[in-house]
């Protein structure tokens, strides 16, 4: 024998098999749904971090101001005579700092959450735009799917740019068409 046998129906170092065409088949109709799900958890991704970054959830010492500066605010309400008016005043006034207080708070909070959700999303970007380009060279001289000409009648010589026309009544598809589909379809998904 001439080489090595690897798998079902691959010989390393020589010959075919019979089914050697079968695994390249069923490795060709991967290739379609892995860079689809590639491209979706990414989208996810972006989509989830972009929410955590709108709402970013309340912390113990902001809820701990809101209940302080109600309480002077019902205690404030609760000194309605005319001789009690300079301590409703005073506690009007602790309120009015508590608020600001919290504002500065809630500032400084929101500045440091969106500083390091940017930082993400920059660094899910550079990710991002990496595996594009390794999809890209990995799929760049073969077809990602092979898909009926019917079924795409006016569109498929847009979907087999790079790759070359059609085979056998089917327009095989190339990575840079499936890549801007992929991302159109996650962006409506998500």
């Given at each position: 024998m001439e080489g090595e046998i690897?798998?079902?129906g691959e010989i390393l170092g020589g010959g075919e098999m019979p089914g050697g065409g079968e695994i390249l088949e069923?490795?060709?109709?991967?290739?379609?749904?892995f860079v689809f799900f590639i491209i979706i958890a990414f989208q996810f991704a972006a989509k989830r971090l972009q929410d955590l970054k709108r709402g970013a959830s309340k912390t113990d010492k902001e809820m701990q101001l809101r209940a302080e500066i109600k309480q002077l605010l019902k205690e404030a309400a609760s000194y309605s005579?005319?001789?009690t008016f300079a301590q409703a005043a005073k506690l009007r006034r602790m309120a009015a700092a508590?608020?600001?207080?919290?504002?500065?708070?809630?500032?400084?909070?929101?500045q440091e959450m969106k500083l390091s959700y940017d930082l993400y999303l920059k660094v899910l970007f550079i990710v991002k735009v990496i595996a594009h380009v390794v999809i890209i060279l990995w799929f760049w001289s073969?077809?990602?799917?092979y898909v009926s000409q019917h079924l795409v009648q006016p569109f498929g010589r847009l979907l087999?740019?790079?790759?070359?026309?059609?085979?056998?009544n089917?327009?095989?598809?190339?990575?840079i068409p499936w890549?801007?589909?992929?991302?159109r379809v996650s962006k409506f998904v998500c």
């Open positions: 690897m798998g079902e069923r490795t060709r109709s991967l290739a379609a749904p005579q005319p001789s508590k608020e600001k207080e919290l504002a500065n708070y809630q500032a400084h909070l929101t073969s077809p990602v799917a087999s740019w790079k790759i070359g026309g059609s085979s056998d089917n327009v095989r598809v190339g990575i890549l801007i589909l992929c991302s």
